[in-house]
């Protein structure tokens, strides 16, 4: 399911809705959907479906390829690790901690393009789709839970094999 609802955002990403430049930038409703995912659901979104659905993500919207993906690996590698952490925190706490990760992402990303010597969207073009991102992360969170049933696990749950979640 995480794949396909990936890809559906890719595609409606791709589509010509407007040729003029716009002044704000919409929430990165992938890195979105990623990060709630990885940290409510940690085994429904594995690594590698990650690498690969980031990686297509740069070739197709014209990224230097494996940048973003490799940010993003790191980044949704950290809040894999704080995930049982979050089962006991209130979600604002969840919030902040994946605003801060989004924050350094970003910022991350615009200094290896400065570095490189590459070309960049205008600071407050990315800032205001940082600030989007940010404001967007409840709503994602809980349309992932109610459109697709992801919920941080209960203590104690299982899966199918019976490993702890």
């Known amino acids: 399911?995480?794949?396909?609802?990936?890809?559906i955002i890719?595609?409606?990403?791709?589509?010509?809705?407007?040729?003029?430049?716009?002044?704000?930038?919409?929430?990165?409703?992938?890195?979105l959907i990623t990060m709630a995912w990885v940290v409510r659901r940690p085994d429904l979104a594995p690594i590698g479906l990650i690498a690969l659905i980031h990686f297509s993500a740069d070739l197709l919207l014209l990224r230097p390829p494996g940048l973003w993906t490799v940010l993003v690996i790191i980044s949704t590698e950290i809040l894999r690790a704080k995930s049982s952490e979050f089962r006991s925190l209130a979600f604002p706490f969840e919030w902040i901690s994946v605003a801060g990760t989004l924050i350094a992402l970003f910022f991350a990303h615009r200094i290896v393009l400065m570095i490189m010597f590459l070309p960049q969207a205008p600071i407050m073009l990315t800032l205001s789709q940082l600030l989007m991102t940010i404001l967007a992360y409840p709503l994602v969170t809980f349309l992932s839970y109610v459109a697709f049933g992801v919920s941080r696990p209960a203590l104690g749950e299982v899966d199918d094999r019976g490993r702890r979640l």
């Open 10 to 31: 890719l595609f409606a990403q791709l589509m010509p809705l407007s040729t003029e430049p716009s002044q704000w930038a919409p929430p990165d409703i992938l890195m």
């Open 1 to 7: 399911m995480f794949v396909v609802i990936s890809y």
